[in-house]
């Protein structure tokens, strides 16, 4: 197969969605047809034989327990026709939200100022293009369990295929694969869950390079680069929003949120909450109050 370097990116929420799929099994001499904008992505994954696919000027030799996501507006073609038995599954499936795709590697990749965008969004979703499936007999049983669902009625359908189709992305998603997320990445996803589980007590530079064992000026520059704030910014926003929720659904004074979210002036916790949400707390609260 020849070596891809593409990675594809959706901002999620929302995931993207399934709309179809199924499985096609091909005999010496049968070959992919091929389509120019479908309008749909197009995931494949070959369970047995070769596969041979092209997308505008990339040709891939697709064999077990490979993977390829075609994009909804490139023409894609069959290079040459298959030399034996091949089994291969495909999903159809839209994007609600932004997707890009980068040609960069998983080295370099953090330093794509278009990436780092997207790892600002609550989440972004990272596939990439052509991929050697680490766990190929799990995504066979999330494809068999997506085309038997088709038989089911509908009402019942929809849902298990949703759901396994959401959990077929995890599986593929890189961002849950260290090997695959730049160093810079995965310290400031752990940085992030640090505060987040944190975000009550008292947490310092000093504290935080404990907890992570890296230096509190590289997990800056880390945090920084990934989410375009310190880990301190981080934090204070973090509060901030967790104060928002607390003002919404408690009916606890200014002062005890403030303390409750680790703010120990409470002056100080109503000047960051005016200026970052740009109104006082007793205001924010009197807006959505009947």
């Given at each position: 197969?020849?070596?891809?370097?593409?990675?594809?990116?959706?901002?999620?929420?929302?995931?993207?969605?399934?709309?179809?799929?199924?499985?096609?099994?091909?005999?010496?001499?049968d070959?992919?047809p091929?389509?120019?904008h479908?309008?749909?992505?197009?995931?494949?994954?070959?369970?047995?034989?070769?596969l041979?696919?092209?997308e505008?000027?990339?040709k891939?030799?697709?064999?077990?327990?490979?993977?390829?996501v075609?994009?909804p507006?490139?023409?894609?073609?069959?290079?040459?026709?298959?030399?034996?038995?091949?089994v291969?599954?495909?999903?159809?499936?839209?994007?609600?939200?932004?997707?890009?795709?980068?040609?960069?590697?998983?080295a370099?990749?953090s330093?794509?100022?278009?990436?780092?965008?997207?790892?600002?969004?609550?989440?972004?979703?990272?596939?990439?293009?052509?991929?050697?499936?680490?766990?190929?007999?799990?995504?066979?049983?999330l494809?068999?369990?997506?085309?038997?669902?088709?038989?089911?009625?509908?009402?019942?359908?929809?849902?298990?295929?949703?759901q396994?189709?959401e959990?077929l992305?995890r599986?593929?998603?890189?961002?849950?694969?260290?090997?695959?997320?730049?160093?810079?990445?995965?310290l400031?996803?752990?940085a992030?869950?640090?505060?987040?589980?944190?975000?009550?007590?008292?947490?310092?530079?000093?504290?935080m390079?404990?907890?992570?064992n890296?230096?509190?000026n590289?997990?800056?520059?880390c945090?920084k680069?990934?989410?375009?704030?310190?880990?301190?910014?981080?934090?204070?926003?973090?509060?901030?929003?967790?104060a928002?929720?607390?003002?919404?659904?408690?009916?606890?004074?200014?002062?005890?949120?403030?303390?409750?979210v680790?703010?120990e002036?409470?002056?100080?916790?109503?000047?960051?909450?005016?200026r970052?949400i740009?109104?006082?707390?007793?205001k924010?609260?009197?807006?959505?109050?009947?």
């Open positions: 197969m020849t070596e891809a370097s593409e990675h594809i990116y959706f901002a999620a929420p929302p995931l993207p969605y399934y709309l179809e799929s199924g499985v096609t099994v091909h005999k010496r001499g070959q992919h091929s389509r120019r479908l309008g749909v992505f197009d995931l494949i994954i070959v369970e047995s034989g070769c041979f696919i092209g505008e000027e990339r891939w030799e697709l064999t077990a327990g490979q993977s390829l075609l994009l507006d490139r023409p894609h073609y069959s290079v040459k026709p298959s030399e034996g038995k091949t291969f599954y495909w999903v159809h499936f839209l994007p609600v939200g932004e997707w890009q795709q980068s040609e960069l590697d998983h370099s990749i330093h794509d100022q278009h990436y780092n965008r997207f790892l600002t969004a609550p989440y972004s979703l990272h596939l990439q293009k052509a991929w050697t499936l680490p766990y190929p007999e799990q995504a066979y049983r494809m068999r369990t997506l085309n038997k669902a088709g038989a089911e009625r509908q009402s019942s359908a929809f849902w298990t295929q949703q396994t189709f959990e992305l599986m593929m998603d890189l961002r849950q694969n260290d090997s695959y997320t730049s160093p810079s990445v995965t400031a996803e752990k992030e869950a640090y505060i987040k589980n944190n975000y009550r007590a008292e947490i310092t530079s000093q504290t390079a404990d907890a992570l890296f230096h509190y590289y997990i800056t520059r945090m680069q990934v989410y375009g704030m310190t880990p301190i910014d981080y934090l204070s926003k973090y509060r901030l929003e967790q928002k929720l607390l003002l919404l659904k408690t009916e606890w004074p200014v002062a005890q949120i403030a303390l409750h680790g703010f002036n409470v002056p100080y916790f109503s000047n960051c909450f005016t970052q740009g109104m006082p707390p007793t924010f609260r009197k807006q959505y109050m009947s």
